[in-house]
């Protein structure tokens, strides 16, 4: 069965250090999502890529960065670790094409700790 | 734009039917009204999607009315295991960038 994953699913580091947090599909979507989630924000956007070589920024972007260098994977680099990084991240893909908002498939997410 | 004003929480019990309604004024022509679920430590799940009138799948309803400014998602019959937070999204696919999950609502199903 198609899936999205994610990893590390756990993930503590220190102010400073830079992170990676990977996302894998096998859904063969062209679009694919990274979002953060705190307390009191509900989940928002950080960036996005609707194909290889395409990247857009979101609502949050700033210290984070991702490439697309396939279909299948969207990693999420933190070049620089910050407190205020602390969250809870997921990863999700969609199909391109149509008119509707397309169906966003997520990860089980990422929650990562700055020291 | 559609920004969408959906309340905070909710309460229910185990049996009832809940409606959950989502405003957004601003709706634009092009724009679908779609629900998530996400419960706890989990990401959010797809539930319904519609553009007008009542949509019905084997999870919920979603009724439509004519001005589009609103949306209600029905659920029949709730169980303890539909405690989730749900979330209401307005767009269509050229508007990924804007697209919000917001707050949502917190549903909690009591026995």
């Known amino acids: 069965d198609a899936e999205i994953t994610q990893s590390p699913r756990h993930k503590i580091t220190e102010t400073g250090r830079q992170v990676t947090l990977a996302c894998h599909q096998t859904?063969?979507?062209?679009?694919m999502f990274w979002y953060r989630q705190d307390l009191g924000h509900g989940l928002r956007l950080i960036h996005y890529?609707?194909?290889?070589?395409?990247?857009n920024k979101g609502e949050v972007s700033d210290g984070y960065s991702v490439s697309r260098s396939n279909t299948e994977d969207l990693p999420l680099t933190l070049e620089s670790a910050a407190s205020s990084q602390t969250s809870v991240y997921f990863c999700?893909?969609?199909?391109?094409?149509?008119?509707?908002?397309?169906?966003?498939?997520f990860g089980p997410g990422t929650r990562l700790t700055v020291l | 734009l559609a920004k969408t004003t959906q309340p905070i929480s909710m309460d229910s019990y185990e049996g009832q039917e809940v409606n959950i309604t989502c405003s957004h004024n601003?709706?634009?022509?092009?724009?679908?009204i779609t629900w998530y679920q996400q419960f706890p430590s989990q990401g959010p799940r797809f539930i319904i999607q519609?553009?007008?009138t009542k949509v019905t799948n084997e999870v919920a309803s979603l009724f439509i009315p004519a001005d589009r400014k609103s949306s209600t998602l029905s659920l029949p019959r709730v169980s303890l295991s539909d405690t989730a937070v749900y979330y209401c999204?307005?767009?269509?696919?050229?508007?990924?960038?804007?697209?919000?999950f917001g707050k949502g609502t917190m549903l909690l199903v009591s026995p």
């Open positions: 999700a893909s969609s199909e391109s094409g149509g008119t509707a908002y397309n169906e966003q498939f």
């Open positions: 859904w063969n979507h062209n679009n």
């Open positions: 890529s609707y194909g290889v070589q395409d990247t």
């Open positions: 601003n709706i634009a022509t092009n724009d679908y």
């Open positions: 519609g553009y007008k």
């Open positions: 999204l307005v767009g269509d696919r050229s508007g990924y960038s804007t697209l919000t």
